[in-house]
């Protein structure tokens, strides 16, 4: 067969059969459209993250409360001084 038979055939079947190709290109439309659409808000939410990181700077110290993993008592640990 030639490529010139195998276009003809190509381009009648798709003539013949006009809503099965136009529900498969809709499909096609719908699913490439979906995925760039939570691409962009994947990469829209890292943003985000990544710009409310950087607004706390680097000389941020954050100290929660919780208990040591070592045991003993609370008056062993040794105490935060700032300078």
Do not use: D, F, H
């Not at 055939?9 to 809503?19: M, Q, R, S, Y």
């Not at 607004?55 to 062993?76: D, K, M």
């Amino acid at each position: 067969m030639e490529y010139t038979e195998i276009i003809t055939e190509a381009i009648g079947t798709l003539t013949v059969n006009k809503l099965r190709t136009g529900l498969a290109t809709l499909g096609i439309v719908i699913g490439i459209g979906s995925v760039i659409a939570l691409v962009s808000l994947g990469q829209a939410g890292q943003q985000a993250v990544e710009s409310q990181i950087q607004s706390l700077g680097s000389n941020l110290l954050t100290v929660s409360p919780g208990s040591t993993s070592q045991g003993g008592s609370p008056q062993a640990e040794p105490t935060l001084i700032l300078k």
